[in-house]
């Protein structure tokens, strides 16, 4: 097998796959982000991130409809971009794994919501729904299928969480 297929290091993910499996099917990671709402200017929230090689700040804005400066991307940008591309690395290690090697493989998003509940109380959902369009030179329905129940974005959006929100 090669060592990299769909830009999947087949290496690193058989190494993560033998400490998953020795370890009864469990990896427990965790993720934190410390950030700041600016009270005045742009941009409205600013955020450290990191990543294993670096660290970078990400600014959001929220849109003016909703009083914002609407100079950076806007929160659900970085939601969407969040699960796209999660889901879009998944497709790609499914694939890898089963030995499927692409030439294309592109995303599309489509958030569709409602900001009434944001400016107005109400019990109206905010969310209505999010379509993701999948663009591949290859038959994928298998790999897609796989990928909707192994992505963590897809999964934190598509299962009640566990969350705890408290003033410090």
């Known amino acids: ?14 190494k993560t796959e033998n400490k998953i499996k020795s370890s009864g099917g469990h990896l427990f990671v965790e993720k934190h982000i410390n950030g700041e709402f600016n009270l005045s200017g742009s941009p409205m929230f600013t ?9 970078f700040i990400l600014g959001a804005d929220e849109p003016g409809i909703l009083g914002g400066q609407g100079v950076h991307a806007t929160p659900l940008n970085y939601l969407m971009m969040g699960v796209m591309s999660c889901f ?10 089963r030995g499927i090697v692409l030439k294309k493989l592109k995303f599309k998003g489509h958030l569709y919501y409602d900001i009434g509940p944001v400016v107005v109380e109400s019990d ?7 379509k993701i369009e999948v663009e ?5 329905k298998v790999v897609l299928e796989h990928s909707r129940k192994a992505c963590p974005a897809l999964y934190a959006i ?5 969350t705890e929100i408290s003033q410090v």
């Open 1 to 14: 097998m090669a060592d990299i297929i769909d830009n999947i290091n087949m290496v690193e993910l058989e």
């Open 124 to 130: 109206f959902p905010i969310i209505k729904s999010l």
């Open 136 to 140: 591949a030179d290859q038959d994928i």
């Open 47 to 55: 955020a450290e991130l990191g990543s294993e090689k670096a660290k």
């Open 88 to 97: 879009a690395s998944t497709v790609a290690i499914q694939a890898a794994k």
């Open 158 to 162: 598509m299962n009640p969480i566990p």
